[in-house]
Nanobody, 115 residues
Framework: QVQLVESGGGLVQPGGSLRLSCAYS????????MAWYRQAPGKLRELVAT???????NYADSVKGRFTISRDNAKNLVYLQMNSLKPEDTAVYYC?????????WGQGTQVTVSS
């Protein structure tokens, strides 16, 4: 059984920064690919960033150059550093992984970008 717990969301002004964290428990974290998704009100959930076990990363075009995904295999943590935030980044952000064929989601953390 895998559990994911996000933290770090909040209210930030446009142009500001936030760092989200996702704490992982369950199977061997270092062998898991991890991802961040987000879902804005009235919109479908969308993939934001992914990181492989050997730390290769990929990003949605809308966040390239502003967001950075990283992981600390010693602490079982994955991060999403978000810089130059825009109002359109407002969403609930979810941590995601798949263990064998089973998907796992965290409970989500709200990010609101507003002046």
């Amino acid at each position: 059984q895998v559990q994911l717990v996000e933290s770090g969301g909040g209210l930030v002004q446009p142009g500001g920064s936030l760092r989200l964290s996702c704490a992982y428990s369950g199977s061997i974290f270092s062998s898991q690919a991890m991802a961040w998704y987000r879902q804005a009100p009235g919109k479908l959930r969308e993939l934001v960033a992914t990181i492989t076990p050997d730390k290769n990363t990929n990003y949605a075009d809308s966040v390239k150059g502003r967001f950075t995904i990283s992981r600390d295999n010693a602490k079982n943590l994955v991060y999403l550093q978000m810089n130059s935030l825009k109002p359109e980044d407002t969403a609930v952000y979810y941590c995601f992984t798949k263990w064998r064929t089973t998907p796992y989601w965290g409970q989500g953390t709200q990010v609101t970008v507003s002046s």
